[in-house]
Each structure stands twice: as structure tokens, then as C-alpha cells.
């Protein structure tokens, strides 16, 4: 997510600090070309939606590092379908529950794998990962407890920063400031010529409220998504947090 990009950004620059650049700057599958990624100072980062089975074998081999973002599914249909919507890849697609049926919960609609497969192959990738190159963050546990969160991507990234500069870095990147600086701080003209964000105003801050499902789902809906990920994840140990 914008997220956790800003707050590896702002951890690895060691410093409460907005960049100009905005994250669509980083969004790989957005890039038309990577001319832009090759002048950017090291340490790089990337945003991407991108299954873990496209992630070049060099990337871990060489020393990077993963940070996998997990949410509960129903709250990324939610956000994916107002993401779709905003930008005009819904086609045909007239409301959310045909988008959750049509193109989030069917397998071949292959949305970035769909949500099943993405987030079981990266449960796979993680247990075979013997250099310690994936963290996963729960976005549920960033809302929550951001500096716990903060601090333990610090950790991860090691980064030694005092409580009070993880403090100040968690409260920079609250939805509400990052939002502010989305429109205040950051440069959009950037991506300007993206074709991904040529139709929109900058989109990305909607709510980043967790539980924001209950108000899309009704209550057949809730019950056939529930029916549906018992069957899929019954061999897997991910743990989602659905509050």
C-alpha cells in the first residue's frame, strides 16, 4: 500500500520527512518504462501489486528485502472495486456485488492471481525464505498500533531510530497527514503523463478504515465470500484479521 511505502521510505531516510516523488513514482506495473527507476539514489523502493512468483530470484539473492502487506480480503474488494471504479477498468462491471463475483472472486477473471492464490503463494514463499528476506505487516495491526508497527518494520529494515523519531514517523504517515501531503507535498505532475492516472485525481486516500466491507457486503454476499475462504484456505496457516 501507499502506506507502507511512505513509512519505509521515511525510516530508511531516517527522517519524519515527505519525499516531492509520489509512491506512483515507484508503482512498478504502472511505469510505462523504467528510465525514471534507474536514476533513483539507492536504497530503492518499490511499490507493486505483482505476485511473488514474478519477484526475480536475484532480488532476494542480492540482499533485498520483501515488505508483504496483508488485509482482510473483503476490505481490499471493497477498496479494489472503488480503485477500478475511479479509473475506468470496470468495463461492463455495474456494481460492487457483480465486481465481487465477476472479477474479485473468480479465479479466472485473474486479477493479479486473485486474492487466494496471491497471498497462499506468498505464505509458501515466506516458509521457504531462509535469508529473512519477507516481513509481513497486517495492515489491521498498522491502524491499531502504528509505532509497534513502525518500530518492528524499523527492526526489520535495521534502522536504529530513537521512540521519538518512530513516534513522529508513525503520526507523519496517519492516513489523515498523508492524505494532506498527498495534495499539499507531493508533486503529481510527476505521473501526469502515466496512462494509469491520466483519468483521475489522485485516488489513492479514500478511507483506510478497516471494517468498511460491512457497508458493501449484504448479508448473502458476506456468507458466500465466508463459504468460499474456508474452502480455499483450509490448508493454510495465514491468519487474517477480519476487525
Known amino acids: 500500500t501507499h502506506w507502507a511505502w511512505e513509512i519505509v521510505t521515511m525510516l530508511l531516510k531516517q527522517r519524519a520527512e515527505y519525499s516531492k516523488e509520489p509512491m506512483e513514482c515507484s508503482f512498478l506495473e504502472a511505469m510505462p518504462d523504467f528510465n525514471f527507476v534507474h536514476n533513483l539514489p539507492f536504497p530503492r523502493i518499490f511499490n507493486m501489486h505483482i505476485p511473488i512468483r514474478w519477484f526475480p530470484n536475484q532480488h532476494i539473492e542480492n540482499g533485498a528485502k520483501i515488505v508483504h502487506v496483508l488485509r482482510n480480503p473483503k476490505d481490499i474488494a471493497v477498496s479494489m472495486y472503488h480503485h477500478f471504479k475511479n479509473v475506468g477498468m470496470l468495463g461492463d462491471v455495474e456494481n460492487f456485488q457483480i465486481f465481487l463475483e465477476k472479477m474479485f472472486m473468480n479465479p479466472k ?39 509497534q508497527e513502525t518500530k518492528r518494520l524499523a527492526e526489520y529494515l535495521n534502522v536504529e531510530l530513537s521512540k521519538e523519531e518512530i513516534t513522529e514517523i508513525s503520526d507523519k504517515c496517519s492516513f489523515k497527514k498523508l492524505k494532506l501531503a498527498s495534495q499539499t507535498v507531493k508533486d ?36 458466500n465470500f465466508d463459504a468460499i475462504f474456508k474452502e480455499e484456505m483450509k490448508n493454510s496457516n495465514i491468519q487474517v484479521q477480519f476487525e
Do not use: C
Open 109 to 147: 477473471a485473474q486479477v493479479m492471481d486473485g486474492w487466494f492464490k496471491f497471498e497462499k503463494d506468498f505464505e509458501k514463499a515466506k516458509k521457504n525464505d531462509k535469508l529473512g528476506a519477507i516481513i509481513t505487516v497486517h495492515y489491521e495491526s498498522l491502524k491499531k498500533n502504528p509505532v
Open 188 to 223: 503529481n505532475s510527476l505521473v501526469a503523463n502515466v496512462e494509469l492516472f491520466k483519468k483521475t485525481e489522485p485516488f489513492v486516500h479514500r478511507k483506510g478504515e478497516i471494517g468498511d466491507w460491512k457497508n458493501h457486503f449484504t448479508v448473502a454476499m458476506n456468507e
